[in-house]
């Protein structure tokens, strides 16, 4: 069962890299910019990040749908699930990116300074565009991802990140008789490779015999309301359940906000490192989520626990690989983002002594944080929606962000990291406690 999900979960950790490459690249440009522009612009990624994941939310409902429909072998319900999918790649695209564009007076409620406002406002002006095809990509990725059969993804994203880089880099210094964009052309760049990834997948995927009958600009005649509410039932409860953690860290965000510029130049630079980190378990979830729903769906309920524990051994795998570059070598990756010279030395060393304070914690919650989010695959793949999702809005709000903001006080920025793990580690509990009660259920009715 490893191997298994090894192949559906390769793919999918890749795509997850290669899209939080961008914010990740986004963020390393801003360093160069400045200490305002970083905390400013990096401010902007994570409001980006955090509809960016509330879409996926809804979007990987597809994927769960499909793979369900597979296991079924009803190839009708596949093609219903696919044409719903895209009604909600444009619903999330018109109203996330209307959202977005207006932020500032939220932003300026919130108690975040003028200019680190406007820096943020800046790139989520161009930015936000970015959405549609983002949304595009997810959709056509859970397609291939619930037929089991991704290989098309990867190339996709190999090229994808090899690119973007440097497409940023032209667009914001100005090279090859393109003027100089500044924060606008970091932003830009994460549009084009966006669109690039999104048209290329369509492309590959499209080419294979087996994906043929599921095209989704034609048959529209087979779309089906029942199967919309369908997947909007099962994504609303998942997408809330990634906004409230997200939104955990962006909260975190605002807290850092009122310890000064550094520190939330630090939380940025930390958050960057972290989401990247977090890819790998959050693919190892989608892709047990999808063999759980194939699963359940062929009424396999003996073997969804062998998934689960092939899903959690990958995670927690992957956490220990995170967790040591946290500890050993948190230098290293702070002077990725922020370079002396550039921000001045007494910057650089406040920026540098917190950022390493909260790598601490972080690399401490990997595990946890992996735990959780695979048991949330797991739940979603058996359709569970409301119940997980209480738990983790429970979990990261009811004990996250108030221990985050007790522990403010005595330990500042670390203190902060400190209490979202605590919120991190109840969900991970929680979620195991629903996972093993829903199993007995359903073996005791099968």
């Given at each position: 069962?490893?191997?298994?999900?090894?192949?559906?979960?390769?793919?999918?950790?890749?795509?997850?890299?290669?899209?939080?490459?961008?914010?990740?690249?986004?963020?390393?440009?801003?360093?160069?910019?400045?200490?305002?522009?970083?905390?400013?612009?990096?401010?902007?990624?994570?409001?980006?990040?955090?509809?960016?994941?509330?879409?996926?939310?809804?979007?990987?409902?597809?994927?769960?749908?499909?793979?369900?429909?597979?296991?079924?072998?009803?190839?009708?319900?596949?093609?219903?699930?696919?044409?719903?999918?895209?009604?909600?790649?444009?619903?999330?695209?018109?109203?996330?990116?209307?959202?977005?564009?207006?932020?500032?007076?939220?932003?300026?409620?919130?108690?975040?300074?003028?200019?680190?406002?406007?820096?943020?406002?800046?790139?989520?002006?161009?930015?936000?565009?970015?959405?549609?095809?983002?949304?595009?990509?997810?959709?056509?990725?859970?397609?291939?991802?619930?037929?089991?059969?991704?290989?098309?993804?990867?190339?996709?994203?190999?090229?994808?990140?090899?690119?973007?880089?440097?497409?940023?880099?032209?667009?914001?210094?100005?090279?090859?008789?393109?003027?100089?964009?500044?924060?606008?052309?970091?932003?830009?760049?994460?549009?084009?490779?966006?669109?690039?990834?999104?048209?290329?997948?369509?492309?590959?995927?499209?080419?294979?015999?087996?994906?043929?009958?599921?095209?989704?600009?034609?048959?529209?005649?087979?779309?089906?309301?029942?199967?919309?509410?369908?997947?909007?039932?099962?994504?609303?409860?998942?997408?809330?359940?990634?906004?409230?953690?997200?939104?955990?860290?962006?909260?975190?965000a605002l807290l850092?906000?009122?310890?000064?510029?550094?520190?939330?130049?630090?939380?940025?630079?930390?958050?960057?490192?972290?989401?990247?980190?977090?890819?790998?378990?959050?693919?190892?979830?989608?892709?047990?989520?999808?063999?759980?729903?194939?699963?359940?769906?062929?009424?396999?309920?003996?073997?969804?626990?062998?998934?689960?524990?092939?899903?959690?051994?990958?995670?927690?795998?992957?956490?220990?690989?995170?967790?040591?570059?946290?500890?050993?070598?948190?230098?290293?990756?702070?002077?990725?983002?922020?370079?002396?010279?550039?921000?001045?030395?007494?910057?650089?060393?406040?920026?540098?002594?917190?950022?390493?304070g909260i790598l601490?914690?972080?690399a401490l919650f990997?595990?946890?944080?992996?735990?959780?989010?695979?048991?949330?695959?797991?739940?979603?793949?058996?359709?569970?929606?409301?119940?997980?999702?209480?738990?983790?809005?429970?979990?990261?709000?009811?004990?996250?962000?108030?221990?985050?903001?007790?522990?403010?006080?005595?330990?500042?920025?670390?203190?902060?990291?400190?209490?979202?793990?605590?919120?991190?580690?109840?969900?991970?509990?929680?979620?195991?406690?629903?996972?093993?009660?829903?199993?007995?259920?359903?073996?005791?009715?099968?």
């Amino acid at each position: 069962m490893i191997s298994e999900i090894i192949k559906i979960s390769l793919p999918v950790v890749v795509a997850q890299l290669s899209f939080a490459l961008m914010s990740f690249i986004d963020t390393l440009l801003m360093g160069l910019l400045g200490v305002e522009v970083i905390a400013g612009g990096g401010l902007g990624a994570v409001v980006f990040q955090f509809f960016y994941v509330v879409g996926i939310g809804v979007l990987v409902a597809t994927a769960n749908l499909i793979a369900f429909a597979k296991g079924r072998e009803n190839d009708d319900e596949i093609r219903k699930a696919l044409l719903s999918g895209c009604v909600v790649v444009v619903l999330l695209s018109i109203i996330f990116i209307s959202l977005l564009l207006h932020i500032r007076p939220l932003l300026i409620l919130l108690g975040q300074e003028v200019e680190t406002v406007n820096y943020a406002c800046r790139y989520l002006k161009v930015v936000s565009w970015a959405l549609f095809p983002a949304f595009g990509f997810i959709l056509i990725r859970s397609l291939v991802l619930g037929m089991g059969s991704p290989s098309a993804i990867l190339p996709i994203c190999i090229v994808s990140a090899a690119i973007n880089y440097p497409v940023s880099y032209v667009l914001m210094v100005g090279l090859f008789g393109i003027e100089p964009m500044g924060i606008e052309g970091i932003a830009l760049g994460t549009c084009v490779i966006s669109w690039g990834m999104f048209l290329g997948l369509v492309v590959l995927v499209y080419r294979q015999e087996l994906f043929k009958p599921y095209v989704f600009w034609k048959g529209w005649d087979r779309f089906s309301v029942r199967q919309f509410v369908e997947t909007v039932r099962l994504g609303i409860p998942i997408s809330l359940a990634h906004a409230m953690e997200i939104g955990m860290f962006s909260a975190a965000a605002l807290l850092m906000g009122l310890l000064g510029v550094n520190a939330l130049a630090s939380h940025q630079v930390a958050l960057q490192l972290t989401s990247l980190s977090f890819m790998i378990p959050l693919g190892i979830s989608q892709a047990v989520s999808v063999k759980v729903g194939e699963l359940y769906g062929a009424l396999a309920i003996a073997k969804i626990s062998i998934a689960l524990r092939s899903g959690l051994i990958l995670a927690l795998l992957g956490s220990c690989l995170s967790a040591s570059l946290f500890l050993f070598a948190p230098e290293f990756l702070v002077t990725i983002f922020i370079k002396e010279s550039l921000v001045g030395a007494q910057n650089y060393q406040s920026v540098l002594a917190i950022s390493v304070g909260i790598l601490f914690v972080a690399a401490l919650f990997q595990f946890v944080d992996g735990v959780q989010v695979v048991l949330m695959g797991a739940l979603r793949g058996l359709k569970l929606g409301f119940l997980p999702t209480a738990a983790s809005v429970f979990s990261y709000w009811g004990i996250g962000i108030p221990c985050a903001y007790l522990f403010m006080a005595s330990m500042g920025a670390q203190g902060v990291w400190f209490g979202m793990g605590l919120g991190l580690g109840s969900s991970s509990l929680m979620l195991a406690v629903i996972f093993w009660r829903e199993i007995r259920k359903q073996r005791l009715s099968a």
